[in-house]
Nanobody, 122 residues
Framework: QVQLVESGGGLVQAGGSLRLSCAASRRTFTIYGMGWFRQAPGKEREFVAA????????IYADSVKDRFTISRDNAKNTVYLQMNSLKPGDTAVYYC???????????????WGQGTQVTVSS
């Protein structure tokens, strides 16, 4: 079992930045792909970004490309999502997930965090 705990959410004005963190409970974290997803009120959960276990590959949703950066520190069992140039449309609960590989698809991820709220005001 892998437990994931997100942090770093909050309220920020449009154009601002936030950095989300996701701490994993186990050393086997290093063999997983890690992803970030988000769910806005009244909408389905959607893919944001993902990173492969060796940090060699990152993928992003078109809506966040060039604004968000995913990274990981295997020594700290932590994955990060740096979010810049935030827009009101980025308002959502952000979830961290761990799976056997990095993927766009939620079904590929076995473990999920509880989520952290990000609110962007106009």
């Amino acid at each position: 079992q892998v437990q994931l705990v997100e942090s770093g959410g909050g309220l920020v004005q449009a154009g601002g930045s936030l950095r989300l963190s996701c701490a994993a409970s186990r050393r086997t974290f290093t063999i997983y792909g890690m992803g970030w997803f988000r769910q806005a009120p009244g909408k389905e959960r959607e893919f944001v970004a993902a990173i492969s276990w060796n940090n060699g590959n990152t993928i992003y949703a078109d809506s966040v490309k060039d604004r968000f950066t995913i990274s990981r520190d295997n020594a700290k069992n932590t994955v990060y999502l740096q979010m810049n140039s935030l827009k009101p449309g980025d308002t959502a609960v952000y979830y961290c997930a761990a799976g056997s590989k990095s993927s766009y698809y939620q079904e590929e991820y076995r473990y999920w965090g509880q989520g952290t709220q990000v609110t962007v005001s106009s």
